[in-house]
């Protein structure tokens, strides 16, 4: 069965420019989770999405957003970056809703904003 | 401010040498979860306890949850360099999880 796999696993971007993430989950996972990596502030929870529908949300600005697909393919919108935004970006997905189930996360993606 | 706090944040030591880590919060956890990470790839789930006071071994890893749900360690017994990554112990409230700061451990052969 295949993991959980995250593209690009690397990028660079510029300031105020905009970035978007893919995600897929592992096959007949439905919940997908969206978590930012930094040295400073460790793994904080963006949002977790559930059946197309946003279900979680952490505490994270606007210009954070993501969707869903009837596939449970998700992707994560960044807009007007900003040179904090810099960081390894997971997904993890897992069967139903996050607390309840084990998650399974991907390699990531390295952002990088000049 | 971070809901789970580790220490500690770094931890250097020699192979054949026993090591803890300590996950700690004021908040109660319906479950807590230790994961390991290495450079490059995702964190990788090690064990899930849930039952306050319970403690799990897996191999040379103990891994205990406090009668209180509040805290946990994660004990290694002989570390070997293969051990060597971060670690993260992330409790679960509600629908969500809270990823504590993360020991960086380094075992040198």
């Known amino acids: 069965k295949a993991g959980v796999t995250q593209t690009p696993r690397y990028l660079i971007k510029t300031r105020g420019q905009q970035v978007t993430l893919s995600c897929s989950p592992i096959?007949?996972?439905?919940?997908v989770s969206w978590y930012q990596q930094t040295p400073g502030q460790g793994l904080q929870f963006l949002f977790e999405y559930f059946s197309e529908t946003q279900r979680n949300k952490g505490n994270f600005p606007g210009r954070f957003s993501g969707r869903q697909f009837s596939n449970s393919r998700s992707e994560m919108n960044v807009s007007t970056l900003e040179l904090g935004d810099s960081a390894l970006y997971l997904c993890?997905?897992?069967?139903?809703?996050?607390?309840?189930?084990?998650?399974?996360f991907g390699p990531g993606t390295r952002l990088t904003v000049l | 401010t971070q809901l789970l706090e580790q220490s500690p944040q770094f931890l250097s030591i020699q192979e054949g040498e026993n090591l803890t880590v300590y996950c700690n919060s004021s908040?109660?956890?319906?479950?807590l979860q230790w994961y390991r990470q290495e450079p490059g790839e995702g964190p990788v789930l090690l064990v899930t306890?849930?039952?306050?006071?319970e403690v799990k071994k897996l191999k040379r890893l103990t891994f205990q949850f406090g009668d209180a749900r509040k805290d946990s360690s994660l004990h290694i017994t002989a570390a070997q360099p293969g051990d060597t990554g971060l670690y993260l112990c992330a409790g679960a409230r509600g629908n969500q999880f809270y990823f504590g700061t993360g020991t960086s451990l380094t075992v040198i052969p």
């Open positions: 908040s109660v956890f319906s479950s």
């Open positions: 306890v849930v039952t306050g006071g």
């Open positions: 993890a997905s897992s069967l139903g809703l996050a607390g309840g189930y084990e998650q399974f």
């Open positions: 096959s007949g996972h439905r919940s």
